[in-house]
């Protein structure tokens, strides 16, 4: 897969791209990350990247020739690949779209920064916009590294085979299921019986009831949207007072 990343500051990807998943990933070349720093691309001799708004008010704009020429040069002049904003005002991030996103050969992120991006790049440039939370962060690398490991992550051969990304939380909607490890009895705390049983069928369908009922408890409005069984449903109609 090849991630294309238009930043203001791409030394900021430097150190947590360079570890863990993603730098693995990157290490055994099943990821080429791409930084391209805009500003190389600003026609005028002093590379300006911003300006001030229009209408005025405070803050400075990214202008849109930069990051066109930037786009246009790398990906050519009409690109195939998605090309995301990374705005607050965007489509919320969510597994989903870091699952539809690890489908792709290819994908662009353009890095926002100041007060905001031309509108004209959000119209003519950005295939779709996404947001990594209600909240404003100074630019769009944080967000851009955000979605970069949560699409990474999911690609054949990153996690080692021990892992596995199916029974994460959101991986298919619900949450997952508390986790425990060794040793089985800690400060007086014990792991719930059933884990050390070794009965895999019961094991399966305690996670499954645990998943169910984290999810009511914490995301109720996640189970709207979740696939659920007869038997899950039995289950969640006993729980009801
Ligand atoms: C200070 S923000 C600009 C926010 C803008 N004034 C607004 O209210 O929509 C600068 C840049 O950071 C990035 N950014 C900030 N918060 C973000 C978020 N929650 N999700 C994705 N990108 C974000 C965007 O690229 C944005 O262009």
């Given at each position: 897969m090849d991630i294309h990343v238009f930043t203001l500051?791409?030394?900021?990807?430097r150190g947590p791209m360079d570890e863990s998943m993603v730098g693995r990933a990157v290490a055994g070349r099943l990821v080429s990350l791409h930084l391209h720093n805009f500003r190389d691309y600003a026609p005028d001799k002093h590379h300006t990247v911003d300006d001030t708004p229009y209408g005025g008010g405070p803050g400075m704009v990214v202008k849109p020739e930069p990051l066109f020429s930037a786009v246009e040069a790398v990906?050519?002049?009409?690109?195939?690949c998605p090309i995301i904003l990374l705005t607050p005002q965007g489509r919320p991030f969510r597994q989903a779209a870091a699952q539809r996103l690890a489908q792709f050969p290819t994908f662009a992120l353009l890095c926002g920064h100041y007060g905001g991006v031309d509108e004209r790049v959000r119209e003519h440039l950005a295939t779709e916009e996404l947001s990594i939370g209600d909240y404003v962060l100074t630019g769009g690398e944080l967000p851009a590294m955000v979605v970069i490991d949560a699409v990474v992550?999911?690609?054949?051969?990153?996690?080692?085979?021990?892992?596995?990304?199916?029974?994460?939380?959101?991986?298919?909607?619900l949450l997952q299921a508390p986790l425990y490890t060794r040793p089985p009895l800690f400060r007086g705390w014990q792991v719930p019986e059933v884990l050390l049983s070794g009965d895999h069928q019961a094991i399966a369908r305690w996670r499954r009831q645990q998943a169910l009922l984290r999810t009511r408890e914490r995301?109720?409005?996640l189970l709207a949207e979740a696939e659920l069984s007869e038997e899950d449903r039995r289950f969640l109609q006993g729980l009801e007072p």
């Open positions: 500051f791409p030394e900021m990807f990906l050519g002049p009409v690109p195939s992550r999911l690609l054949p051969g990153v996690l080692g085979s021990q892992e596995s990304t199916a029974e994460d939380s959101h991986a298919a909607v995301r109720p409005d």
